[in-house]
């Protein structure tokens, strides 16, 4: 079988985590079996689909190294083609127009509440003659199309996931709404599950890989298919993703879209590598920290959990810190430039920044945790509370004093490593104290606080400013 999958989001918000760990499921199930991975685009509610959502679904799947084939299909544009579809359920006698008002249904449904019933329609109009079908023409009202779902039916698939699935017709609601309402002689907007199976049928789409919220869909799903004579395709439902407190993950948690995750400072080799195992147990002798394109060649969904997956931030944070101690440093130096400019920093040099990223690198989780640490290196720093402190002790501004003084006779503007460390050897000896007052006292006036890397080498790169004079006569 030629394996076509698809991701078929709504452009009626960002990409979402739960959507784009879907894309990699597909894609990497693509992958795996030499197939095609296709983008539908889901555009039918046109009051809440945009164009900035479209852009941004795009950006991240791209952002994740999730490239699709094919050009996307946009579902608004086949609205002939499911209207056609609706026409032949209707002339194979498997739809009829039903034109119970929003009122009466909404009594039945109290009716069914009060009788402590699930809610569900009860095919009033199923067989309505000619006769009573004028009648309502006759008084204006204006049918929804509904597809025929037999009580009596049981509905069954083997779930590459959850295996095998069994669903009885019973519990689908009753006659299912496939075309809003719209004047009698004409056929409405067609709905969800009517427009998906028209559209992975005309795709070709072999497998639908999906979260478990469509599993219902999936049963009314296979209906219509057998209903139009359509090969069904294989059906996989991937588990949701849960936060910390068991919940579904939603806008409450704050971060859910992947530009935002982006925006934080996470990594996109970080977040597809940690979004994969949101599901995906890794086999044994296989490493968790693995790059997609590594790992497609034994995704297998014989490995996907069925139970939910929870989201964690610390195994996330602890993969994208990995990940930015592993990289190259003109790799991160790439990643913080853009970050720096817009902080209106600029880089002495290529080697210079070379250097600093190779100072702060180690201790960074997110990329923008080089931001923080790097403000000192441009801007002067605000003082702590730790370096107010350090700054209060007698000796510090003698300490001060001396390696300013030394620093104005010195021929060179810029301080090297050895001169940094013999000034510093000198400050000890001269004003009799021990190196480690020097040393805080140094890095108070020079960053503001007593925590930093290497101040050494925190301090040539700073001297590159002619920065380091300044900020160490503000103390004495
Ligand atoms: N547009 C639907 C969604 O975003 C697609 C569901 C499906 O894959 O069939 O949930």
């Known amino acids: 079988m030629t394996v076509r999958v698809r991701l078929a989001p709504s452009p009626t918000g960002t990409l979402h985590l739960g959507t784009a760990r879907t894309a990699l499921f597909n894609w990497l ?43 996307p299909i946009i579902q608004s544009e086949r609205i002939n083609e499911h209207k056609q579809i609706i026409k032949t359920l209707l002339d194979k006698g498997l739809a009829y127009k039903c034109y119970a008002s929003e009122a009466e249904l909404d009594e039945m449904r109290e009716t069914q509440k009060r009788n402590g019933l699930a809610p569900k329609y009860d095919n009033r109009h199923r067989n309505l003659t000619p006769e009573q079908e004028s009648e309502f023409i006759k008084i204006g009202r204006e049918p929804v199309i509904r597809f025929k779902i037999s009580d009596e039916r049981l509905i069954s698939w083997t779930d590459l996931i959850r295996g095998k699935m069994t669903w009885s017709g019973k519990d689908l ?4 709404v496939i075309a809003r309402r719209a004047s009698a002689n004409s056929i409405g907007d067609p709905l969800y599950n009517l427009v998906v199976v028209a559209d ?73 590598n940690y979004m994969t195992l949101l599901g995906w147990s890794v086999p044994e002798g296989i490493n968790e920290r693995f790059k997609i394109s ?5 995704f297998s969904f014989k490995k996907v959990n069925k139970a939910s997956a929870k989201f964690d931030w610390d195994k996330l944070n602890w993969l994208n810190s990995q990940i930015i101690h592993e990289m190259p440093a003109e790799t991160l130096l790439e990643n913080l430039d853009p970050l720096f400019k817009e902080n209106g920093w600029h880089l002495p040099s290529q080697e210079w920044g070379i250097h600093l990223v190779g100072l702060i690198g180690p201790s960074m989780i997110l990329i923008n945790d080089g931001v923080d640490q790097a403000k000192p290196f441009f801007e002067e720093p605000e003082l702590s509370n730790d370096g107010k402190k350090q700054l209060k002790i007698k000796e510090a501004a003698v300490i001060l004093k001396f390696i300013l003084e030394k620093l104005e006779n010195s021929d060179s503007a810029f301080i090297s490593k ?24 140094l890095r108070a ?27 160490i006569r503000r103390f004495i």
């Not at 590594?294 to 034994?298: A, D, G, L, P």
């Open 445 to 471: 006036a020079l960053f503001g606080t007593l925590n930093g890397p290497d101040l050494i080498q925190s301090w040539v790169l700073l001297s590159r400013f002619r920065k380091d004079r300044d900020r």
């Open 29 to 71: 199930f693509a992958k795996k079996e030499g197939g095609s991975f296709l983008l539908r685009i889901e555009d039918t509610d046109t009051e809440r689909s945009k164009e900035e959502y479209l852009k941004n679904i795009y950006d991240g799947l791209q952002w994740l190294g999730i490239n699709w084939d094919e050009s």
């Open 418 to 441: 050895e001169a940094a460390l013999d000034l510093i050897n000198q400050a000890t000896k001269n004003c009799e104290v021990k190196k480690g007052l020097v040393m805080k006292s």
């Open 173 to 176: 609601g009753g006659d299912m």
């Open 294 to 298: 590594e790992i497609s060649t034994i």
């Open 200 to 272: 992975d049928s005309a795709m070709k789409i072999s497998h639908v890989i999906r979260g478990e919220d469509h599993i219902a869909n999936t049963a009314k799903q296979i209906l219509l298919y057998e209903a139009l004579d359509l090969n069904i395709p294989v059906f996989a439902h991937t588990p949701l993703i849960l936060n910390s407190e068991g919940k579904k993950l939603s806008k409450r948690d704050g971060v859910t879209s992947i530009s935002e995750f982006k925006k934080m400072g996470y990594t996109s080799e970080a977040m597809a």
